[in-house]
Structure formats: C-alpha cells, structure tokens
C-alpha cells in the first residue's frame, strides 16, 4: 500500500552508462526508466460480446473490441452499463480493474467465489484498514471499498505508481486480446481493431495509455481531468475529505505557505503520471470528450472533477482540452481522418454515460456519442439531442 516503483541499481541506458550517474540509484529517471518487477499476479476481467438481440455476427477476424476502465472507487463491472450500446455497434468490450480496486464479496462477478478463485483474486485483496463509513484509520471489521487506498497522501510516490500501473496493465491487456479464447474454439477478438472508452479515473489512466499504445487510435473520455493534485484538492467530492485529513494530520491550512507548498510538492511528484503531460501524444489519434458543465441553475457542474481550478490553471478538465486541442462540438460531425473534439453536456452529472439517475436524455446521448463515433473508426460523432448540450 505504501511501495512505489524502483529501477535497477546503477542500470542506466547506454549513452548515459559512462556519466558518473550514482551506481547505487534506483531512482525511476529518464536515465534509468525501468522499474524492477516485485511479483505478478493473475487479474480478473469482464468481458461481454454481442448477442443475437443485437442482430450483430462475429467477424471472420474476431470482434473488434473497446477496452473500458472504470473510474475511482468503482470497478470493471461498470462496463456492463455500455455493453449493450457497444453491442449493437458490434463490439465486444472487455474490462479490467484499476489498482487496488475490485467487487465486493457480495457480487455475483466476485472471482473469488468463482472456479477461478484459485488463479486469480480481486485486486482490493481484502484488506481492512480504515472504517468504511468515516474513512478513520483502524479496522471495523469489514473489507476496505473498492479504490479506498488508490490515493495515497503519506505516500506521493505510491499515488503516482498506482496510476502508472494502472497504465501498464492496460498495455497487457491489450497485447493479450488477440489470443483471448472464451468459447474453446480459437481466438476470438480482432487485435487489430482496438479502441478504449474511459471514465473519470479510468479517463486519465486512459489518456496516458491511449498515447502510448500504438493498436488504439480511438477513444471516448468521459469526464477527465488533469492537474491531479489541484483537482482533488478542489474536487466537492474529494476536497473536504483531504483538507480535513492533511490538517488533522498535519496541521495544515488552506491559505497558508505550508498548505501551498505541499500541493506544489505533489503535483511535482505524480506528474510524470498526470493526463496533461501526455495529451499531446495523441495528436493523431481520434479523441471525443465528453465535460458535464451544468445549466448555471438546477444542474450543476461536474461535483467530482471540476472543470476548473481557480489559481491552478493546469488543473480540471478545460485545461486538459487544450491540451488536447480539441475543437468544440455542437452538432453532427464528420472528418475525412479523425475527430478530435469535446462535448459540454448542460444535463445530466459525473456518472452520466454509465447511469441515468442524473438525466436519462443525458446518458443516451453521451452513449450514443460513443457508439457513433467509435462504429465510425473515429470519423464521425452523432449528435442527436441538443437540449442537453451547450451549443454556444
């Protein structure tokens, strides 16, 4: 829970093995950049295909496939919320869980209450460190929630490793679809034909991924954000919770230099993990965002990642467009290459592509966007209700 990655002693790349860089060092730099494995370990994953309700037929080649992750304090069976969509574009979508997090022994998808229980576990490991209810130090006789111990404010360098592990179990699931068997009968999904659909958390684990795996070109990101440190501390949801911890922890206060500096140290460490960093890796590849912006009345803005940060001008979402470069969407759009563009919903909340307690119009446009868009190799975005969008 408190480990971070480390490198070889001394194990520098070659231009740099002669420059009298400390031998002992197993610091993770750009001059010794590969973190030494501490174990492995067999994960579960959720995957769906279509059905004969969908009146869709398995390609020669295999189903063309949509890799999904989910966001903070959830997990990979919020993937079934988009299946049936993605299903009726003829895409199977398979899902994995983020470090740390996982299903509760009470779900049916649990791994361990499966035949597979034996190979494999559920990444929250069972752990019971802290009072679900209050977030208090000290067991209550309860396994911890999914993603209780993601963030990590004792251990910085942890944080930014879970994120980049997160990044490089994408990286293995996606080398590992073309040779997926689920029914005995050969492999089953086209390794050629891999797109990514992400959400919150999953969106900015997802943007470093979707810039460095060369088999993605496409991807849907609902709700991200970058500036990690900046936006938590702003975040409605997750703010309260860090301003209380860090000044019952350490006696620091909003305002003053102390509190300042240590967000600034932070960010310093995580930001070889952080989505803004890599935006820019994606130039080529095909990007449709989706932003919940409110309607200033009734519907608020996004409660979980703000879509700005006063005084922190790299952090939240609208900043992460721009380094994306993404153009605004109001309407239908079509390309002769690749869309890359944000849509600003004026419905529906944070949670909105995968449920539709917040606006039911809301998450059959953010689904249908992503159907489209995805069915299209990223060519195309379907836009069909304009109410629950900004269209200025």
Known sequence: MNGF??????????ALANAGLDPTSTNITFANPIPVATGSQTIPVIATVP???????????GWPVVIFQHGITRNRSDALAIAATLAGQGFAV????????????SSPFNIENSPFGPAANERTFAVDYVNNSTGAAGPDGNADDSGTHFINLSSLLTSRDNVRQGVADLFVLAKTIPSIDFDGNGADFDGSRIAFTGQSLGSI???QFVALEPTVNQAVLSVPGGGIARLLEASPTFGPRIRAGLAASAGLQPGTPNYDSFFGATQQAIDSADPVNYAFATLQKSILLHEV??????????????????GAPLSGTEPLIRAFGLSTLTSTTLSDTRVRGVVRFVAGDHGSLLSPTASLLATMEMQGQMASFLASGGTAVLIQNSSVIRTQ
């Open 5 to 14: 990655w480390k490198a070889a002693p001394g194990a520098y790349i070659s």
């Open 51 to 61: 059905n004969a309700a969908s009146n869709q037929f398995k390609p020669s080649t």
């Open 94 to 105: 398979i899902a994995i869980d983020l470090p740390l997090h996982g299903l509760p022994v």
């Open 205 to 207: 684990v997802g943007t």
């Open 293 to 310: 912006v409110g309607n200033g009345t009734d519907v608020l803005p996004d409660q979980v990642i703000p879509n700005a940060v006063a």
